[in-house]
């Protein structure tokens, strides 16, 4: 059995070090304060890091891929925060995050799930298309390795919970933030990640309609964003 973790230990097929992107992430965790949105993904994506694995069937070519694949989650991830870093704009899908980091109004959980929600619906689609153009294949012949991926961001998903403080602030039935983080769902987001990234794949002879869907993909995916920080204090 094959072992799935969200940031592999080892480098992958294609020469990719994910271990180095886990210590670059350690680094910023150091350096960014924990009330910082941002940090507060960060803190979460090492989190599930830390953890054993998930073991599943398949056999070493889809764990090849599956690894590829979060190689690739991690860069994006990493190339938003350097694009910030000097001055830049993120991906819309990753603007919101950005742009809220230090409010005061918004809860941790919620930095948390909009992160999720930024490395799912456009991370992710773009990846596969990415991979697909590299090995020369079709979508399809990624599907497995796509959704062991999912399951690997479900761990990311599952510790979200951890972000809620304990205490007079945990959040109740009747919350109004238990209401929004509750209307998010990953498994509509992994649905509609891999819907987008057949089409992207699809659209490939077609430049222009490719990137006029990527930038609307984008902006969908930053409006979920922008409401899942609404701030609430």
């Given at each position: ?91 819309a899908g990753w603007r919101p995050l950005f742009q809220y980091r230090r409010h005061p109004g918004v809860r ?55 972000e809620v403080p304990a205490g007079p602030d945990t959040l109740r039935v009747g919350d109004p933030l238990t ?11 992994l649905e509609a990640a891999w819907s987008s990234a057949r089409v992207l794949w699809g659209l490939r002879e ?28």
């Amino acid at each position: 059995m094959a072992k799935i973790q969200l940031f592999a230990a080892r480098p992958d097929e294609d020469g990719r070090a994910p271990d180095c992107a886990w210590r670059r992430m350690d680094a910023l965790r150091a350096d960014w304060p924990d009330g910082d949105g941002v940090a507060v993904f960060n803190r979460l994506c090492l989190s599930a890091a830390d953890d054993t694995g998930v073991s599943y069937g398949g056999g070493h070519a889809v764990a090849r891929e599956a690894a590829a694949l979060r190689s690739a989650l991690v860069e994006r991830y990493l190339a938003a925060v350097d694009a910030v870093a000097v001055g830049g704009r993120a991906p819309a899908g990753w603007r919101p995050l950005f742009q809220y980091r230090r409010h005061p109004g918004v809860r941790p959980a919620q930095f948390a799930l909009a992160g999720v929600n930024a490395h799912v619906g456009h991370d992710l689609p773009l990846a596969t298309v990415d991979l697909c153009r590299a090995r020369g294949c079709e979508p399809a012949e990624l599907e497995t390795a796509f959704a062991h991926v999912g399951d690997a961001l479900a761990l990311l998903a599952e510790r979200v919970g951890d972000e809620v403080p304990a205490g007079p602030d945990t959040l109740r039935v009747g919350d109004p933030l238990t209401h929004l983080l509750g209307s998010w769902s990953l498994d509509r987001a992994l649905e509609a990640a891999w819907s987008s990234a057949r089409v992207l794949w699809g659209l490939r002879e077609v430049p222009p309609l490719a990137e006029e869907f990527r930038e609307r993909m984008d902006a969908g995916v930053g409006l979920v964003g922008r409401c899942l920080l609404t701030p609430y204090g």
